[in-house]
């Protein structure tokens, strides 16, 4: 009877938490959804941000990701190549990242979207661990880092797209569009750590 009533108790409680922890696990977005702009330079490189001004990203599950348009106006890479990207952010909310997300959109209808290459990340200064998928694509997904983001910590990520011939015409417009956001901790742990604690109430309950 009071196993019954322990599992019957307890068990819509951990259903409720499991449901909150993968909805924010899942989270997407920044707090003020911001848009920027951005030049190719010499190289050809975009440097967006620097340790000095970081560029401030906050987690919000109900915010917007933060968009950069990029143009070409010297037409340094008109005829496609690798374009390296070095952004520094500073994680300006109160959540630790574990994961970050990048998609590319298409410079313009008809031009095939530029794909990611490769990606470097550094925290406070010091390259850390993930894993990445999605490089060969114009979507990439960074995971299971090494050492969280924390709040105030310094992200640098290091990255090369390859982009396509935009062909005649295009230098000076919009030649790329990219949304990316970070993600707390992936909603596996979420799933372990529930699994665990009714686990525990399982055997507290065989106990009682």
Known sequence: MNASF??????????????????????????????????????????????????????DPAGQPWTKSITDPNGLITGGGLLGIVETIVNAGNEPWFDWHEHISPAQPGIPASTWSSVSLFVNGSSIGFNALGLGTPDLWLDT???PVLPGDI?????????PPLGS?????????????????????AVMGIGSLLLMARRKAAVG
């Open 145 to 147: 880092f090494s050492q």
């Open 169 to 189: 015409g295009i230098p000076g417009g919009p030649m790329l569009r990219i949304s990316e956001y970070p993600t707390p901790e992936p909603a596996s742990a």
């Open 6 to 59: 322990t599992r019957l108790i307890l068990t819509p409680v951990l259903a409720v938490a499991l449901l909150t922890m993968c909805s924010t696990a899942f989270a997407q977005g920044t707090a003020t959804g911001p848009f920027t702009s951005h030049i190719v330079t010499l190289g050809p490189e975009v440097i967006i941000g620097d340790a000095a001004s970081p560029i401030l990203i906050d987690l």
């Open 155 to 163: 992200l640098v990520i290091q990255k090369q797209a390859d982009v």
